[in-house]
């Protein structure tokens, strides 16, 4: 029986190759000369840390476009708000990866009223959708890509 994979995921390679894109444009730029700006990365947790408000705002920009470059679709991204500390302004930007609950839930829902002649499961971090034939498989892929989601989708695993 045919079957598929939706997952989201982010790769950590490309996450790192976007992180290192960014901090090498900040220290070539001539408007962040002289100043303190950097990009850091602890997992999927990144911090922008910059001098200005202004400045974390445009190295937000760049990183958003970094990923983009890197094939990481910046729907991912979840940034938090800027805080200021000592003389530095922060944010905080958490890569979602991984498919929560509600979200699986929510993916199975719209398959089952999409009335597809296939069937989803939850599987811990991901949904298995299995049918008898492939073209309703690639039907229901085509379907979730039209969906507007707060996260990324990958579909791998497919099997005939």
């Given at each position: 029986?045919?079957s598929?994979?939706?997952?989201?995921?982010?790769?950590?390679?490309?996450?790192t190759?976007?992180?290192?894109?960014v901090?090498?444009?900040?220290?070539?730029r001539f408007?962040?000369?002289g100043v303190?700006a950097?990009?850091?990365?602890?997992?999927y947790?990144?911090?922008v840390r910059?001098?200005?408000d202004?400045?974390?705002?445009?190295?937000?920009d760049?990183?958003?476009?970094?990923l983009?470059?890197?094939?990481?679709?910046?729907?991912?991204?979840?940034v938090?708000?800027?805080e200021q500390?000592?003389?530095?302004v922060k944010v905080k930007i958490?890569?979602?990866?991984?498919?929560?609950?509600?979200?699986?839930?929510?993916?199975?829902?719209l398959i089952?009223?999409e009335?597809?002649k296939?069937?989803?499961?939850i599987?811990?971090d991901?949904?298995r959708?299995t049918?008898?034939?492939r073209?309703?498989?690639?039907?229901?892929?085509?379907?979730l890509?039209?969906?507007?989601l707060?996260?990324?989708l990958q579909?791998?695993?497919?099997?005939?």
């Amino acid at each position: 029986m045919p079957s598929f994979d939706i997952v989201s995921e982010v790769d950590k390679h490309q996450l790192t190759n976007a992180v290192d894109q960014v901090n090498r444009t900040v220290g070539n730029r001539f408007d962040f000369k002289g100043v303190d700006a950097e990009v850091e990365m602890n997992g999927y947790e990144l911090t922008v840390r910059a001098e200005a408000d202004i400045q974390v705002t445009q190295m937000v920009d760049m990183l958003r476009s970094a990923l983009i470059k890197c094939d990481i679709d910046p729907l991912a991204m979840d940034v938090g708000e800027p805080e200021q500390s000592g003389k530095a302004v922060k944010v905080k930007i958490t890569l979602k990866n991984g498919l929560d609950k509600e979200l699986a839930k929510k993916i199975v829902k719209l398959i089952k009223d999409e009335k597809l002649k296939v069937q989803a499961s939850i599987q811990g971090d991901q949904v298995r959708v299995t049918g008898k034939k492939r073209d309703d498989l690639q039907h229901c892929i085509a379907t979730l890509r039209e969906k507007e989601l707060e996260q990324p989708l990958q579909f791998n695993n497919f099997r005939d």
